[in-house]
């Protein structure tokens, strides 16, 4: 485990990172946002991105991806994609070196069928992977004719991820996907981001800790827009000095307090069990 805001994940250097964030400043109007992040995403598997709620995370990807809002800049450090210096760099351009982007609200046209959802995603004149989505996700095959608005919440994040992963991407970042859906289709949820990790590396942000325990073996803490941990993500939320200190796991606080980290209680529980039912709620299959 490291608390370097500039090492890597873990001691062992191993395979080149597929995303290079070295010191990433960004200010928004006249607030400094970030103020030094440092990580890398290894080329297999997935890296999680942790953090009280308003540390950054957000921030920190839409930097990497030139999608940040009006008012905001990157004003420091770099971002490098397989080695390619990436800093500041508008989101097409981003987007064509193979990064695919999950937002928070998934992105997903409801009144468009599941077909036309893929179709247009297809980037440019491909490949276009509908072999390996349809592999991964046989239901979207069986859906293509219905409209994405009618599907559940689990099988939207299906269509979200099944966008990015129709195109050659190098990476794929996904934005907390399980915000607001109730504990069965988070479960759901984690295992389309299992399957979807096998085939391409995930940056994922992500503040329910059972599915980060499931799915991340890399993991990345931000707190008040620095990189304060990297390292091992079982190792850390096996330590809880550390997931108190970083995550304010298991703090007593008033729900919606600052340091409130939702389904922090899942990291003491087994399976989906424990987490914390959000507020929206979803349609389930
Ligand atoms: N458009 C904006 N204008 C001004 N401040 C912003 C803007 N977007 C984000 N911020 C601020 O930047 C900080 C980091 O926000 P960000 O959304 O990146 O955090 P986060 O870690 O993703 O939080 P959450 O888990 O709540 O989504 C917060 O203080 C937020 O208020």
């Known amino acids: 485990m490291s608390t370097n805001p500039e090492a890597g994940s873990g001691t062992d250097p191993g395979p080149s990172p ?41 921030t920190t990807v839409r930097a990497v991806l030139g ?12 971002v490098r994609l397989d080695g390619a210096d990436v800093t500041g760099h508008r989101t097409h351009t981003v987007v064509r070196r193979g990064v695919g982007y999950v937002p928070e609200d998934r992105g997903v046209f409801g009144s468009l069928t599941v077909a036309e959802n893929l179709a247009l995603a297809e980037r440019g004149s491909g490949p276009h992977h509908y ?25 939207q994040q299906m269509v979200a991820l099944a966008r990015a992963l129709l195109n050659d991407n190098r990476l794929v970042i996904v934005d907390e996907p ?16 299992r399957r979807a990790a096998e085939r391409v590396p995930v940056l994922l942000v992500e503040q329910n800790l059972a599915v980060v325990r499931r799915l991340a073996r890399d993991a990345v803490v931000l707190d008040a827009g620095r990189t304060v941990h990297t390292g091992d993500a079982a190792a850390l939320l096996t330590d809880r000095e550390l997931t108190t ?4 796991v298991g703090r007593h606080e008033r729900p919606g307090q600052a340091g409130g980290q939702p389904g922090e209680q899942s990291g003491e529980q087994s399976g989906e069990q424990g987490q914390r039912e959000h507020a929206t709620k979803e349609t389930t299959p």
């Open 67 to 78: 999608l940040l809002p009006e008012g905001g800049e990157v004003t420091g450090g770099t």
């Open 178 to 193: 399980t915000k607001g859906l109730a504990p069965r289709v988070v479960t759901e949820v984690a295992e389309v981001l």
């Open 18 to 58: 597929v995303l290079s964030v070295r010191d990433l400043r960004v200010r928004i109007g006249q607030s400094s946002i970030l103020q030094g992040v440092g990580f890398d995403v290894a080329p297999t598997g997935t890296t999680a991105l942790l953090g009280r709620n308003g540390v950054g995370k957000t």
């Open 245 to 248: 200190s970083l995550l304010g």
């Open 131 to 155: 072999d390996l989505v349809h592999d991964l996700f046989p239901e979207l095959k069986t859906r293509r004719g219905q409209r994405a608005g009618t599907l559940s919440g689990g099988q």
